[in-house]
């Protein structure tokens, strides 16, 4: 069964530096997220992806952080000048298409296992 | 925008019992509405999802409903087992956002053998 996979499953760095996370999503998938999730709290979404443009990003994603899909099939997340809240596991995921058979209806998406950011 | 309330926050059931989940949700536009189930140290995997213009949806063990009148949507497992002790999460889509999903804050279920 395809799924989405992320490298690296832990990463840890310095406050001010900076992180790539990559993402692999299912092939045929059109729509890339990322979403985090501060320990033991909920899943929060910070940006979607389409046609190699930012379609939403929320709050949480500020002019630190950056998304590209540099060639075919990968799909990163870049942080810089992180700070120590920062520190979370980093989810992506993907999805096919819109609605279906059902237009404007938004879509199923499949998450990575994560990367585990710490901030030191 | 859109808020998605979850309860409860944890819940212990006898194996073979039924456990809900119910969720809330506050913006009337929201048409999609996933569950996602949670093991430690993995990310969310979809178990189950219904739109809005279905009522009830089920899947061998597992149903949700919807009301969108009352703007809420449960789970429901029947005959749990202990492997699906997990954290169960609810989300919610706004039509026109390319799927952003907002997550209640979850439910950590645990079925004792």
């Known amino acids: 069964e395809p799924e989405v996979t992320q490298t690296p499953s832990h990463q840890v760095t310095q406050m001010g530096q900076e992180v790539i996370l990559r993402c692999v999503p299912i092939?045929?998938?059109?729509?890339f997220y990322w979403y985090r999730q501060i320990l033991g709290q909920k899943v929060e979404f910070l940006v979607s992806?389409?046609?190699?443009?930012?379609?939403?990003k929320s709050e949480i994603f500020d002019d630190r952080f950056s998304v590209e899909r540099p060639d075919g099939s990968n799909f990163t997340l870049k942080i810089r000048s992180t700070k120590l809240e920062d520190s979370a596991m980093y989810f992506c995921?993907?999805?096919?298409?819109?609605?279906?058979?059902?237009?404007?209806?938004?879509?199923?998406?499949?998450f990575g296992p994560g990367t585990r950011l710490t901030v030191l | 925008g859109e808020n998605v309330e979850q309860h409860p926050s944890t819940l212990s059931v006898q194996e073979g019992d039924s456990a809900v989940i119910k969720c809330t949700y506050s913006?009337?536009?929201?048409?999609?509405f996933p569950w996602y189930k949670q093991e430690l140290g993995k990310g969310p995997q979809l178990i189950i999802d219904?739109?809005?213009?279905?009522g009830e949806k089920k899947d061998q063990r597992i149903a949700v409903t919807l009301n969108k009148t009352a703007k809420h949507f449960s789970l429901h497992i029947t005959e749990t087992q202990p492997e699906d002790s997990a954290v169960y999460f609810c989300?919610?889509?706004?039509?026109?956002?390319?799927?952003?999903?907002?997550f209640g804050k979850g439910t950590k279920l645990s079925v004792k053998p």
């Open positions: 995921a993907s999805s096919e298409a819109m609605g279906g058979s059902s237009p404007g209806l938004p879509n199923t998406q499949y």
């Open positions: 092939s045929n998938h059109l729509y």
């Open positions: 992806f389409y046609n190699n443009e930012i379609s939403e």
């Open positions: 913006d009337s536009a929201s048409n999609y």
């Open positions: 219904i739109r809005s213009n279905v």
């Open positions: 989300a919610a889509s706004i039509r026109g956002s390319q799927g952003n999903l907002i």
